[in-house]
C-alpha cells in the first residue's frame, strides 16, 4: 500500500469520527490511525475477516477479495474501483454501491451509465461523498458522541 492510500484511510477514518473503523488488510507500512480506529493490518485469518465482514455495519473496499465476501454476505458495500470494470468483476450485489470515476451508484443503476473509460483515481477530495453515502446507514452512537 503506497503512501497516498495510507494517508486516505487515515482521512477516511478522521472523517467517520467518533463512529467505530474498523481497518483490516495487507500493509507493510504502518497507518496512524486516530482513536475511532481499529487497526487490524496484518492481524486477522480469512476466518476472522468473513467474521468482521459479517458483523460490519457497512464496509467500504477496493475491488478485492474482502469486497467479493461482502458483496456475497450481502453486507451494505462500497466498492471502489479505479481501473476495474465492475460490470466485469463485480460486485454483483444489486443492493451494493460503486464508486467509478468519481461518482456513487448502486450496481443496479451502474447497468443504465454509459461504459466507463480509462479508470480515474480515487483521491481526498472524495471522501465526503462517501462520507454523505454511509453516514445515514451507520449513525453515530449516542454512546460515543
Known amino acids: 500500500m503506497n503512501a497516498e492510500r495510507l494517508r486516505q484511510i487515515e482521512e477516511l477514518c478522521h472523517a467517520f469520527a467518533p463512529t467505530r473503523v474498523a481497518v483490516v488488510g495487507q500493509s507493510h507500512q504502518k497507518l ?25 455495519r457497512f464496509i467500504i473496499s477496493v475491488d478485492s477479495g474482502p469486497m467479493h465476501i461482502a458483496a456475497a454476505v450481502n453486507a451494505p458495500l462500497l466498492s471502489i474501483h479505479t ?24 450496481v ?5 451509465t454509459p ?4 479508470g480515474r483515481t480515487f483521491k481526498s477530495k472524495h471522501i465526503p461523498a462517501v462520507v454523505d453515502l454511509v ?4 449513525p453515530v452512537d449516542p454512546m460515543l458522541a
Open 115 to 118: 461504459p466507463p473509460r480509462r
Open 135 to 138: 453516514r445515514p446507514r451507520v
Open 83 to 106: 481501473w476495474t470494470d465492475p460490470r466485469r468483476v463485480g460486485p454483483y450485489n444489486p443492493d451494493a454501491w460503486i464508486w467509478k470515476n468519481a461518482k456513487i451508484l448502486r
Open 32 to 56: 496512524d490511525t486516530p482513536a475511532n480506529c481499529v487497526e487490524l493490518t496484518n492481524q486477522t485469518s480469512l476466518l476472522q475477516l468473513v467474521r468482521l465482514i459479517r458483523v460490519a
Open 108 to 112: 443496479s443503476e451502474f447497468d443504465t
